[in-house]
């Protein structure tokens, strides 16, 4: 099947042009001017813009955590981002202590095989380090796993500070990289028994116990170590200015530091923990928590800049029933937000419409980037003869307000609830094949693939 795209403008991360596109089967056949090519089907797209499929490479489906599991197994996950103009995702394979690397891995494939409906891939958590996890790392490679996930906070899954290092300098002789959550665990736990002790146990006490000097300091702690370990790492969902500055002087000394951040740190702020109604302070929490809203504009900045280079969900998705385990006490609400449906329609306009980033710096930060430091491109993440189809078209003329009733996502809710688009995703294709059409994800069977990934190229 070929199919001709007509009149659009074509995205890449280094500008926007007027072009056509034609696909062949599952993969970009050509671009230019005025294709007079042969199609089985033309497709009019006069006065929208075709991104590359957009790259989520930080979800949690089907994740037991918290004493639950999340809302969205890989099915609903991955139909909420294929509306979202997400047509590839990188979830977390968590083994937990004391299971194998590779135990885990299978448990991930058996929840994700069949059931999904964009194209997907795993990290490796590491929560454990001994010499077996070290001699399982070579077969994760050879599995198509070439970045791992280390967490400095949540004792059940931290490694300390000495098993970091042995497990960055592992990864760094393996050609890996790895991303880690950043907060001081220690002290975030003192803080935490001061207000139950207090008998502050409503959700305005969780940010008032993970403040941003905390994440800023595991930020300067880590990298440190990568230092030492002389490795590359990923800081995820990075919040704040402090947090970057340590990054920016760890970047002056010859270190390679990527950052990731997510819609709610861009959007969001820590005044929505403040509502008297539990629910709609307990649907915000998440970790690292909001921020407030001053950190929004140093975080624009910093996409703006390139010193932030992709902007991924950490997609961690709990219906408001569940998060209401924790009406008597604030840590007992799971933690994490719904957001790989709305992300693409976010960052279009709340920063390319308004005038934060271009329609290029959107297309690094959601699909070349990812792809190039997860070891996609250029099968993913760019437009090119060769490549996947996978296309998302754009229409800068419409616009809808979200809301939760209408959400894919088995949350139930929106956290951008009432936010007003400019502009709306008009179509999904994944490789080749129409998935969404006008807000719609088209009843088919799931037709994700798994990707074995090679390394880092960014």
């Known amino acids: ?8 403008s074509v995205v890449s991360g280094s500008g926007v042009r007027r072009l056509d596109l034609l696909t062949e089967g599952e993969k970009v056949a ?16 006069s006065g929208c813009f ?31 981002a294929l509306r979202g103009g997400t047509t590839t ?6 083994p937990d202590r004391g299971e194998s690397l590779h135990s885990g891995l299978a448990r991930w494939h058996g929840k994700a095989e069949g059931k999904t409906f964009c194209d997907y891939g795993f990290h490796m958590t590491i929560d454990d380090w001994n010499e077996s996890v070290r001699n399982e790392l070579p077969d994760m490679f050879a599995r198509g ?9 949540y ?34 736990d003192g803080m935490i028994a001061e207000k139950k002790a207090a008998g502050a146990l409503s959700p305005a006490s969780h940010p008032a116990t993970r403040p941003p000097w905390l994440e800023a300091e595991a930020v300067a702690r880590l990298l440190r170590i990568a230092q030492t370990a002389d490795c590359p790492v990923v800081i995820v969902h990075l919040t704040n200015g402090e947090a970057l500055r340590e990054v920016q002087r760890a970047r002056r000394r010859g270190q390679t530091i990527y950052v990731e951040t997510c819609p709610q740190y861009l959007l969001l702020d ?18 690292p928590p909001l921020r407030e809203k001053g950190e929004q504009d140093v975080l624009w900045k910093a996409l703006r800049q390139g010193g932030i280079q992709t902007v991924s969900t950490d997609h961690c998705s709990f219906t408001l029933e569940q998060k209401a385990m924790g009406r008597a006490d604030f840590t007992k609400i799971p933690g994490g ?46 437009l090119q003869p060769g490549g996947d189809a996978d296309i998302v078209v754009y229409d800068p003329s419409g616009s809808r307000i979200i809301r939760g009733e209408d959400s894919v996502s088995a949350a139930g809710y929106s956290p951008y609830e009432g936010f007003a688009t400019s502009g709306v995703i008009r179509q999904v294709w994944l490789r080749g094949c129409l998935s969404v059409e006008d807000g719609t994800v088209l009843e088919q069977p799931p037709h994700g693939r798994y990707l074995v990934r090679g390394k880092c190229s960014l």
């Open 1 to 8: 099947m070929r199919t001709l795209f007509k009149g659009g």
């Open 30 to 45: 050509a671009l230019g001017r005025n294709l007079k090519e042969e199609a089985d089907r033309v497709v009019d797209v």
């Open 50 to 80: 075709l991104f590359p499929g957009f790259i989520d490479a930080h979800t949690h489906f089907d994740l037991e955590v918290a004493g639950t599991v999340t809302a969205d197994d890989f099915a609903s996950g991955s139909r909420a």
């Open 89 to 94: 995702v990188i979830d977390f394979a968590c």
């Open 145 to 153: 796993i070439s970045s791992f996930k280390m967490y400095m906070t």
């Open 155 to 188: 004792p059940a899954m931290m490694l300390g500070d000495r098993d970091l290092y042995w497990a960055l300098k592992e990864l760094k002789r393996l050609g890996g990289i790895c991303g880690v959550h950043c907060e001081n665990a220690g002290v975030i």
């Open 270 to 287: 820590e005044s929505l923990y403040n509502s008297e109604a539990f629910s709609d302070a307990a649907r915000y929490v998440c970790a």
């Open 337 to 382: 937000l719904p957001g790989v449906e709305t992300r693409g329609e976010l960052l279009w306009s709340y920063g390319v419409a308004r005038r934060k980033i271009s329609a290029a710096q959107m297309c690094r930060l959601l699909s070349e980037n990812p792809a190039r430091l997860y070891g996609l491109f250029p099968r993913k993440g760019t």
